[in-house]
């Protein structure tokens, strides 16, 4: 009995930190094209700045209409972002971050 109250009490614990960490994403709307003139995008934890290759990647998934992991950013405040592309629409990409 104790062992299921514990299981119980580890599976709620579980889904609060899942609701937390689901919070702290951001999305954000941009041009490809402002994206290739200024390689940068604003984010709640800072500016993070793209390569080329990082550019080239997104937009051969843009043309194929694929998501694509960019990979691991570093913003300028010193935050470590996840960020993925989630979707295309007329020359806009969709990004998403999270803090790692």
């Given at each position: ?8 009490a580890l599976a709620l614990v ?44 997104l937009i051969h998934g843009a043309a194929y ?36």
């Amino acid at each position: 009995m104790k062992k299921i109250a514990l299981l119980c009490a580890l599976a709620l614990v579980l889904s609060f930190v899942q609701l937390a960490a689901a919070g702290e994403s951001q999305t954000v709307d941009i041009l490809i094209s402002k994206l290739e003139k200024n390689f940068a995008v604003k984010t709640n934890w800072g500016n993070i700045y793209f390569n080329e290759r990082d550019l080239h990647r997104l937009i051969h998934g843009a043309a194929y209409l694929r998501p694509v992991m960019l990979g691991e950013f570093l913003s300028d405040t010193g935050s470590r972002l996840m960020v993925k592309t989630v979707g295309y629409d007329k020359g806009v990409v969709t990004l998403s971050m999270s803090p790692k």
